[in-house]
C-alpha cells in the first residue's frame, strides 16, 4: 500500500492505496527497506512537523506541555492511526517500515517528549487491539485514533519498573467489578490521558498473577497526580496515579485474568524497537546540528570545521549513528517477517542508546558554550537523550535478558 497526501484546513490526510518500490536518488530513502509508500507518508510526517510543531516547539518545551488540539490534527491527518485496524480508523494493515518512517519524521520536531506524549497510544492501545472484548475495542481505540481521547500505558510503580513481575498494585474481584488499590508513577500522557491500560495484581506473585485492565479517569477512586518534572522530555507530561478502591468493571478486563504478562512483554518488543529509533534519530540530529555549527564556529581565525580534531570526531558520530540506524532497520525487518527477536531488539536498544548518548555529548562539546544554552538544540537533545536507556526496560535489564536468550 502507499499514502497520498491530501490537504484540508490547513493539515494533511493520509490515503492508502497500491504502491511500488521506491525509485530515485532519494538519500533519506533505503530503498532495501523503504517503498514509494513509506517515502510519501515520510513526506506526509514532515510537512505536519514543519507546518503544526516547529513554529512552536521551543515555546512548548519551556511549558512543559503542549496543546491537546495537537493530538485531533495529529488524528485527522492520519499519523495516529498506523499499525492499527481500519476498522477502527487505522491503515488497516501492519506495517512496520511505515512507523519507522513517520517515528523518524516526527523526531524532526527535535522534541522527544513531544513525540513520546504524542505517541503514548502506541504503548497503551496494542493490548486492546489484540485481547480486548469487542465492546472495549469499540470505545477506546476509535477516538483515540481520531485524536480525540488519549492512551496512557501505566506498568512502572515506585518499587516495580524494569522487574514487572514485581508489581504491586491489586485488583481483587468483586461480583461484576473490580476493588483496585495502589499506585503507579512515571506514566507519560499520565497527566491527560482518558484511558489508562494498567497492569494489576489479580493472582499470585510474580509474573503469573498480572492483568491487564482498562481504567477511566473520572472512575472514583482513582486521581492523578502532579506533573512530574523531569531531566529532560519537557514537553510531555509525566504523572503519578493513585488508585484507593477505585472500582472498574469486569468488562474492562484485557485478555484472560492473570495472562497480563504476556501482553506486557510483546508490548516491549515494538517499544524497544521505538526507543531505537528514537536514540539514533536523537544522535542524527545532534550530528546535523553539529556538523552545520563547525563551519559557522570560527577559532584561532579558522572555522573549527579545518580542525583535523573535529572531523575525525565527526566522523566517528556519523559512523556510530549509521551502524544504529542500519541494525534497528534490521530488526525492523524480523519483525515485520514474523519473527520474534527479542535478543536482537533488545541490543538493539543497548546499542542505540549508548550511541546516542555519546553523540549527544560529542555535540555539546563540539558547539562549546553555546552547546550548555538552552536555545541551543542540541542541549535539548543531550537532556532527551538519558531517559532512552532507562525506559522501556533499563540497559542492565537488557543485558540479562540478551544473557538468557544466549543460555547463559
Not at 207 to 236: C, D, R
Not at 258 to 282: D, H, K, P, V, W
Request: glycine share 10%; aromatic share 8%.
Amino acid at each position: 500500500p502507499s499514502a497520498c497526501l491530501v490537504d484540508y484546513n490547513n493539515s494533511y490526510s493520509l490515503t492508502i492505496s497500491k504502491s511500488q518500490p521506491c525509485k530515485g536518488d532519494d538519500m533519506d530513502i533505503n530503498t532495501q527497506y523503504f517503498n514509494d509508500t513509506h517515502k510519501m507518508v515520510r513526506d506526509s510526517v514532515r510537512q505536519f512537523v514543519s507546518r503544526h510543531i516547529l513554529p512552536h516547539i521551543n515555546e512548548w518545551e519551556e511549558q512543559g506541555t503542549f496543546p491537546r488540539e495537537l493530538y485531533q490534527q495529529a488524528g485527522e491527518a492520519g499519523l495516529l492511526g498506523i499499525g492499527f485496524p481500519e476498522s477502527f480508523g487505522g491503515t488497516g494493515h501492519k506495517d512496520i517500515f511505515m512507523k519507522v518512517a513517520a517515528s523518524e519524521e516526527l523526531m524532526r520536531s527535535t522534541s522527544g517528549g513531544l513525540v513520546a506524549s504524542l505517541g503514548s497510544l502506541d504503548i497503551a492501545l496494542p493490548p486492546i487491539a489484540l485481547w480486548g472484548n469487542n465492546n472495549l475495542k469499540e470505545k477506546v481505540i476509535p477516538p483515540v485514533l481520531r485524536g480525540e481521547k488519549i492512551a496512557a500505558l501505566a506498568i512502572t510503580e515506585p518499587g516495580a519498573g524494569s522487574d514487572v513481575a514485581s508489581i504491586a498494585t491489586k485488583a481483587i474481584k468483586e461480583g461484576d467489578h473490580y476493588r483496585v488499590n495502589g499506585s503507579k508513577v512515571f506514566i507519560t500522557s499520565g497527566v491527560r490521558a482518558d484511558y489508562y491500560t494498567v497492569a494489576v495484581r489479580t493472582g499470585s506473585k510474580g509474573h503469573g498473577g498480572i492483568s491487564m485492565l482498562v481504567i477511566e479517569k473520572g472512575t472514583p477512586g482513582f486521581t492523578v497526580g502532579k506533573n512530574l518534572k523531569k531531566m529532560g522530555w519537557w514537553a510531555s507530561d509525566t504523572a503519578e496515579l493513585f488508585f484507593d478502591d477505585c472500582m472498574v468493571p469486569v468488562d474492562n478486563l484485557i485478555g484472560p485474568e492473570n495472562s497480563g504478562f504476556i501482553c506486557i512483554m510483546t508490548n516491549f518488543m515494538q517499544e524497544r524497537l521505538s526507543l531505537s529509533i528514537m536514540a539514533y534519530m536523537t544522535a542524527q540530529l545532534a550530528l546535523e546540528e553539529s556538523l552545520r555549527y563547525i563551519k559557522e564556529r570560527e577559532a584561532f581565525g579558522r572555522p573549527i570545521a579545518k580542525f583535523q580534531v573535529t572531523r575525525h570526531k565527526l566522523v566517528d558520530m556519523a559512523t556510530q549513528v549509521e551502524i544504529a540506524r542500519e541494525y534497528t532497520y534490521r530488526i525492523a525487518a524480523l519483525m515485520q517477517a514474523g519473527k520474534n527477536p527479542i535478543k536482537e531488539v533488545s541490543m538493539a536498544k543497548n546499542f542505540a542508546t549508548e550511541v546516542c548518548e555519546n553523540v549527544t555529548n560529542h555535540a555539546v562539546q563540539l558547539f562549546g558554550g553555546m552547546g550548555y544554552m538552552r536555545e541551543s538544540t542540541v542541549e535539548r537533545l543531550y537532556r532527551d537523550s538519558r531517559i532512552l536507556s532507562i525506559g522501556g526496560g533499563t540497559t542492565e535489564v537488557m543485558k540479562e535478558l540478551i544473557a538468557k536468550q544466549m543460555g547463559l
